[in-house]
């Protein structure tokens, strides 16, 4: 547990580290906010497309082999990061990185689940997940700290030590794969249609926030993508070993469950881009930013840890999730309604965090019950798919929000306009929530 929670860590440490830097990165390539997103997105569709087939790939060869790997190409692409010499060539390094984050994600739910009774499940995806929340607290702060001290070169080489740490504990500790899956045909038409889809889509919406295309590119784009999705889902009926199991989404526990993922990442992590943002536009240093900015993490990792003191035992794992969605949306509301400055700002994305904390680990453990055993890489990855779509997707809308409708004195400026979609992902988090059976209603086959 203690090892795989060092790559927990480093993926969300990355994660929140990396948007402190999108005001100097601007600054020194001389680019705009949409085309700098693409430091994240980069990362994120790489992670997203490869998560399921590296949880394949997982099942058939051994978990450890390939989380040890992930290991060492992620620590190598973040050195490289750290001496890009333009804009384009940290993208493509975060591509590769995101190469990295894939071998490590696919198979971290899967190494919790090889080590954890399943009586405790629940209580051991919570401590992944507070690896991952101290790694999201620590990267607004650190990344701040960095920023505005070594510069932001520094905010990808601090995964490097990391990194080697992990591998050399992963040798010795990490459990080998007690069974195996035998490898099917490879459904490389699956994995190219999915990559191209969310590629499309992305591109599009960034089109929209002012990458500078032609002023057709959004449309075609978004049209493409929608192609592209209509391709996957066909091909995925048809094909002999399919990149989705179709016969995981019949489950409703396996559906609503990644919606709710899905919009809970994506109300986690738009903050993490909007907040340094409006604090720095304001006149804050990207320290400040980062300070403030800790409280969202550092209420998600109270929760994660905390949260099976912090409500009744006999609460199920339905009830505790419906709770943090609904929590979840009472904060972003009052976000809407509130001022976007620090004294407002901290609590409010404290509570927000505690919300999300409620929501993820019992969330999480409604899917993986109702997931197969021997499929427990491609539904750990199928999991960490969706909630890197999540994650990309709150990058992406409120850098849109913002393009679209700049600050100003209107009600409903970029931050508000972001933050209302914040808030219909979280009320789609609450239905989702509503939605799943109680717990422990799932036989594993």
Known sequence: MATVCFGAFMGQLDASIVTLAYRP??????????????????????????????????????????????????????????????????????????????????????????????????????VQAAAQAIGLALGPTVGGLLVSTLGWRWVFGINVPVGVVAVVAGVYLLPRSRSLTPARVWD????????????????????????????????????????????????????????????????????????GALCGYLVLFGPLVLVPIVLTDAGSSELQAGLVLTALPAGFALAVTLGERMLPSSWS?????????????????????????????????????????LFTPANNSLVMRAVPSHAAGTGGGLLNMTRSLGTALGVAAVTLALHLRPGGAHLFDGPRTALVVLGAAALVALISARLLPSAGQHPVA
């Open 317 to 357: 794992d339905r009830g505790r999730a419906t709770l943090g969605a609904a929590l979840g949306l009472v904060v972003v509301a009052a976000l809407i309604a509130a001022p976007l400055t620090a004294p407002w700002l901290l609590p409010l994305l404290g509570t927000l965090g505690v919300a999300l904390g």
């Open 188 to 259: 490389r038409s699956g994995v190219a249609l999915l990559a191209a889809a969310t590629t499309a889509g992305l591109l599009g919406v960034s089109a929209a926030s002012g990458l500078g295309l032609p002023g057709w590119a959004p449309t075609v784009l978004l049209v493409l993508a929608a192609a592209c999705v209509a391709a996957f889902l066909l091909r995925e009926r048809r094909a002999a070993a399919p990149l989705l199991d179709p016969t995981l989404f019949g489950d409703r526990t396996v559906s609503a469950g990644l919606v």
């Open 25 to 126: 990165l601007r600054s020194e390539f001389g680019a705009s906010l949409a085309a700098v997103q693409w430091v994240s997105l980069s990362y994120l569709l790489v992670l997203a497309a490869l998560l399921i087939p590296v949880g394949r790939l997982a099942d058939a060869h051994g978990r450890k082999l390939v989380y040890l790997y992930g290991f060492v190409v992620f620590s190598a692409a973040s050195a490289a990061c750290g001496l890009a010499p333009s804009l384009g060539a940290l993208i493509a390094f975060r591509a590769i990185q995101g190469v990295g984050a894939a071998m490590l994600q696919a198979n971290s739910i899967a190494l919790v689940l090889a080590s954890a009774p399943r009586d405790r499940m629940r209580t051991a995806l919570g």
